[in-house]
């Protein structure tokens, strides 16, 4: 009876240590595939009734921002991240005394241990309204602009097939195409479509990038700190790029300051690897997209002198 | 059904402010003469009476004012005092929503038919010239560093032309421009304002301009007053300025004060009958 005890205790040890099977390996492969795709980036939101939508001026004014970051790239981890929010749309002589810009906090982007991403809240308080003189409302429009520094990595698979073996294709690994990536790479800014075309042992990549969210994107080249209200116009619509091909050398890329300028919100950049003469074979290629993004919301905001 | 059911039963809070715009209208100091009086025929060497209701239908305390009857001829309709100061009105507000009001009294003498007419048709104007103001308040959009963004990204959108409707008072500013223009590092706003008489009187004096501010910020104008001659030929425009720093735009309250005496008048009649 005690055998017969051991070996049940024994088989529920070794079901126990059994690795994850293939279901388990699924739902880790789609929470992957989860947290590094989707067109945002940090996500903002009034909290209900903060701020009212009518004060009277001898109220305090309080509005509450929570945010968080629905994108794939972890925010003020790092000391040279920068996150910062703005109130604005009002007057400040009106409107005194509130801290109008502050750091977004700890924003954590989407990750396997945080599936929906990092969520921090800020504040702003005024207990200081004075409507001028003869103005009996005021109406503006409370406008958080958050701005951020961004970064988007798509991997996508690639087939190089430098063609100088010439074998049939059905002998080939791969085959030389085109193609779209939709869905977005776990940023605002994201990689749409990739077109492949191989030149001897060269190989070359026309890259299309889109702004997919609904902010502006601003320049890496700009300092946050001017954003949103030093922005001129040269500080918009740019993003900076690096490509890589594993087992490749980089030739050039075109434009060669690896800076792509976005009209319409998009903008395309050509680079070439020189591949070797291999047999065709597929291989990641990684794009990294660096930019700031700006991107705001508002309320409304009615205040009402106080009858006398 | 259901949703006027719920909008009937949704019901303000004691805390929720008053919102009700007074600051609205083209009106000022209203004249009404009061029924029978005088009474459309009366017999000669009978007295009349004229009462005429005063009213401040607008949204501004009334400063100086007088009310004058004219056009009676002192032979047959005598009266014994052809003028009289129109006391203090306030005008309307969220304590007094109708404005205040007074009822001014005019006594004639005895009438006379003059010699071979049957009858005498007494025509008379009832004249009120009052000291008056008003204050325009619009939020406009200031965008001091220059840059258009799209609507959903920028704080607000500046228009170039705002039109207005009545301030609470006769003589309105009915439309705010704004134009803003890069200078050196900073920016320079410029609001024109057009004023216009809006009422049913006459405006008797030039329409004095002051405390013209963005905000609370003063703004400096091309001019202190509009002179009656400017008003009538379309010369109605001030233009008022501020320079400010490149910054994010916002929403500000542009407030100006306007003081000018203006004239109001009511008709009326009455018929003297030859007693037999």
Known sequence: MKKVGLVILVGLFILSCTPRNPENINQVSAVTEFVRSGVQGVDMRFVQNLPPRQIYDTADLFALLELRNLGNY?????????????????????????????SCGDLPGKSEFVVDG???????????????QDVDKYEPPLVATACYEYKTVAAP????????????????????????????????VGVTYVNVDMVGSRAQ????????????????????????????????????????????????????????????????????FDVGNVPAYETPMRIELNYNYMQSIRTPVEIIRTPE | MMVLLLVSCTRSTANDPIDINFKSGTSGIELQLLANHPPRRIVEGSTFNIAVQVSNTGAYDMGVGEITVIGLD????????????????????????????????????????PPGAKEYRAKFLLVAAYEYMNVVGKDVCINPALIEIESEQASCQIQDRI??????????????EETVSPVGDDVKIDFILTIDNRGRGKVVSPILISDVRLGTKPLTCNKREITMFELENKRNTVVCSRTEQRQSAYTSPLSATLQYMYKTTEEGEFVVQRSR
Not at chain 1, 82 to 96: A, E, W
């Open chain 1, 74 to 102: 972890d925010l003020g981890r790092e000391t040279f991240q920068q996150c910062v929010v703005q109130l604005g749309g009002f007057d400040p002589s009106i409107i005194r005394g509130i801290n109008e810009r502050q």
């Open chain 1, 118 to 132: 990092g969520f921090s809240t800020v504040e702003f308080a005024s207990s200081s309204i004075i409507l001028p």
């Open chain 1, 157 to 188: 698979q690639v087939c190089i097939d430098p063609d100088f073996f010439e074998i049939t294709s059905s002998q080939r690994a791969c085959d030389v195409r085109d193609f779209g990536l939709g869905g977005g790479q776990g940023g605002p």
């Open chain 1, 205 to 272: 990549f026309q890259i299309e990038v889109a702004n997919l969210g609904s902010g502006r994107v601003v320049s890496p080249r700009a300092s946050i700190t001017q954003c949103p209200g030093g922005l001129r116009y040269k500080d918009f619509d740019e993003v900076q790029f690096q490509v890589e091909l594993s087992g490749a050398r980089l030739v050039r890329c075109a434009p060669s300051d690896q800076f792509v300028r976005l009209g319409d919100g998009r903008g395309r950049f050509v680079c070439t």
């Open chain 2, 74 to 113: 002192q032979v047959y309709t005598p009266i014994e005092r052809q003028d009289a100061v129109i006391p203090p009105l306030k005008g309307r507000s969220e304590s007094n929503n109708q404005g205040d009001f007074y009822v001014q009294e005019f006594s004639g003498g005895k009438t006379v038919v």
């Open chain 2, 163 to 176: 039109r207005l409707s009545g301030q609470g008072a006769p003589v309105a500013v009915t439309q705010i």
